[in-house]
Structures are given as structure tokens and as C-alpha cells.
């Protein structure tokens, strides 16, 4: 934002300086208006078009033009400095090498016809050398940040493949120690108190009604642990929920969360949750690839089957077709696994991802 500040308000006060020599010069105002109007309007469709050397080229087109109006073409030498300026940080290195060769010949053309002189266009030159050197750095500067973006996405990725792996192993973990507990420790004391029940019809003893006490108190006891094992544990659309927070924090995009009512205490298997998120995190990672809008719509919600349904929607500009590569590919297989289906679709304004599968625990 400072930057584009910055190179506009550079941009004004040159055209207001060229304005003043024009008008101290008593050169046509009107004419020297209508040349700038065209050039500023030419940079300022750059956004607009898919290849800024074409609004460099008319720029440059304009300006030997501007010969046709009877203005001091040397005057805007001083905009035009500033568009090759310009034009090392918004072209690429082989769009800025064509609109510079263009431009020196247009100069060129321009001496032997008149309108400049022999020291306008040492001017050029010189100028066009700097910029020269301005765009190696510029290019050095862009490949190193591409260079650290990779390796600050790779560092996130496996940071949060660890998480995840952390969280996957955690609750392995929780559900062994719950079946293991639920599977030795509550059938031994079941058959204790079985036993003690068996017991105390044959001879009533105070020391066996206490016994029994406690072998129902400890089973109850382990009962009641099994169960906090499990909910404990961040399952289901919670701990969906929670990590594709933690990848709208490291991706940087804006995620519209729409959670249907009930769908937070519906059980998924640890296997559900899993493929849950690969596929949200897939789109996620499209919609960030492949969309120039940061914002995504993410839908979770049941059907009328009582089949958990989702969505992802992305806003796209480009009009290229739908190709079904690896990735929607994988999330389709995915989905499958769990007897559930994808549907990729695309219209003119989103880009859309859709699913469905049953509930089914594990085991």
C-alpha cells in the first residue's frame, strides 16, 4: 500500500512539473494536456490488462505522437523516465528489454527527425543502463523472496503435518487405553462382582456386602474414566474445525465458517475426521493457488439422509476450464474410502467443491 502510495504521488507531482515547464514555455496547454491524459490513462489500465508491455508500448507510441501536437517533446523525457523506472518493478525482464529497445528507437527516430536532440538521447540511454542494473536487482530481490515464501510454506506444511500426526497418535493412543481398560480391568471386576454376587447368596457376610461395594464403586469408577478418555479428546468436526483455523492463520486466507446446527456433536470415526480435513485443506490450498480473491466459503452441515455435507466456494476471474487433476482426483478417492462422493463444479464467478458420506464409527 505505501509502495503504490508512494510511486502515484511520485507520478502526480511529475506530471505537475511537466504542467508548469509546459505553461512557463507558453506551449500549448491544451495539447500538452490531451498527451498526458493518454499516457496517465494508459498506466493506470495496467491492473486492467493481462500484459502490461501492451499499455507500455502504446505509451511509448503516444509519446512519438505527441511530435503531431506542437509541444516541447523533451518535457516529457521526464515521465517517460519515470515509466522506465516504473516498468523494473511491474514487467518481466523480457517484456521490460522490448519496451526499452522499442523506446530507443522511437528516441532514436525522434533525433534524426528533429524533435530531440543528440543530448535527450544520451539522456535515454543512460537512463535505460541504470534501469538495467535496477532490474537485476529487482529480479534478485523477487527470487528471493519466492525462495523464502517456499521455504516458509514448506516449514508451516510440515509443522502442521506434525501437528496433525501429534494429534492422530494422541488419540490412537486414548482409544487403546480405552479399550484396553474397557476390555481387561472393567470384564475382570465384572466377574468379581459376578462372583462376590454369588457369594453373598450363600453366606451373608458383612466383609462380602463391603467387597462388593467396591469392586461396583472401581467398576463404575473405570466405566466413568473410559468415557472421559473419550471426551476429551478434540473428535469429530472439532478438531476439524480447529486445524483448518491453525491453516487460515498460515495461509493468510479469510475463511467464512457456517456451521449447521447439531453438526458439532455429531461422532465421526478418528478415519472420517482425517479425510475431512485432507479434503477441506486440499480446496483451501487450491483456493489460495489458483484464486485471486483470499476470501472462501466453508460449509459443513447433514442432509436429509442425516449424511455429513460440505462445501467449499472460491471467487475466480480466469475463464480457463475445469481440469480434474491429482488433487481432485485424490480427494475424490478419499471420499470414496469412506462410501462418500465428490462433485467438482465451476460457473462464471466460483469455483466450487461439494461432499457428502454417512456417518459410521470405526470397529
Do not use: W
Not at 484464486?291 to 455435507?309: A, P, R
Amino acid at each position: 500500500m505505501q509502495e503504490a502510495i508512494l510511486r502515484y504521488g511520485s507520478l502526480v507531482l511529475i506530471t505537475f512539473i511537466v504542467l508548469l515547464q509546459s505553461y512557463l514555455a507558453n506551449d500549448p496547454m491544451v495539447n500538452m494536456i490531451i498527451i498526458l491524459t493518454f499516457l496517465l490513462l494508459f498506466y493506470f489500465l495496467i491492473p486492467v490488462f493481462n500484459r502490461a508491455i501492451i499499455n507500455y508500448v502504446i505509451i511509448v507510441t503516444v509519446f512519438a505522437l505527441s511530435v503531431l501536437f506542437n509541444i516541447r517533446i523533451e518535457y516529457l523525457l521526464v515521465i517517460i523516465s519515470f515509466f522506465i523506472l516504473d516498468g523494473t518493478f511491474i514487467l518481466m525482464a523480457r517484456h521490460f528489454y522490448i519496451f526499452i529497445t522499442y523506446l530507443l528507437v522511437v528516441c532514436i527516430g525522434l533525433v534524426f527527425s528533429s524533435y530531440l536532440t543528440l543530448n535527450n538521447l544520451l539522456l535515454v540511454v543512460l537512463l535505460v543502463i541504470c534501469a538495467s542494473f535496477l532490474l537485476q536487482t529487482v529480479i534478485e530481490r523477487k527470487e528471493k523472496n519466492e525462495l523464502y515464501d517456499q521455504l516458509l510454506s514448506q516449514y508451516r506444511k510440515l509443522k502442521r503435518l506434525s501437528v496433525e500426526q501429534e494429534q492422530l497418535v494422541r488419540a490412537e493412543e486414548r482409544t487403546k487405553i480405552a479399550r484396553d481398560m474397557h476390555d481387561s480391568v472393567g470384564h475382570k471386576l465384572t466377574a468379581l462382582l459376578m462372583q462376590l454376587e454369588v457369594m453373598d447368596i450363600k453366606n451373608e457376610d458383612n466383609n462380602l456386602q463391603h467387597i462388593k461395594l467396591l469392586a461396583r464403586e472401581s467398576l463404575e469408577e473405570t466405566r466413568f474414566a473410559v468415557r472421559q478418555l473419550k471426551v476429551n479428546e478434540a473428535s469429530g468436526i472439532q478438531s476439524v474445525v480447529q486445524l483448518i483455523r491453525k491453516l487460515e492463520m498460515e495461509s493468510h486466507l479469510v475463511i467464512k465458517f457456517t456451521l449447521e446446527k447439531g453438526i458439532l456433536s455429531i461422532p465421526l470415526t478418528n478415519n472420517q475426521s482425517i479425510i475431512l480435513y485432507r479434503i477441506l485443506q486440499e480446496s483451501l490450498t487450491n483456493a489460495m493457488k489458483h484464486s485471486e480473491s483470499k476470501e472462501v466459503e466453508v460449509t459443513i452441515g447433514t442432509n436429509s439422509l442425516q449424511h455429513v455435507q460440505f462445501s467449499v466456494k472460491n471467487k475466480i476471474y480466469s475463464q480457463m476450464p475445469l481440469v480434474q487433476g491429482f488433487g481432485l482426483t485424490n480427494m475424490k478417492e478419499r471420499l470414496q474410502e469412506i462410501g462418500g462422493e465428490l462433485r467438482v463444479t465451476k460457473n462464471d464467478q466460483q469455483f466450487i467443491v461439494e461432499g457428502t458420506f454417512p456417518l459410521r464409527r470405526e470397529g
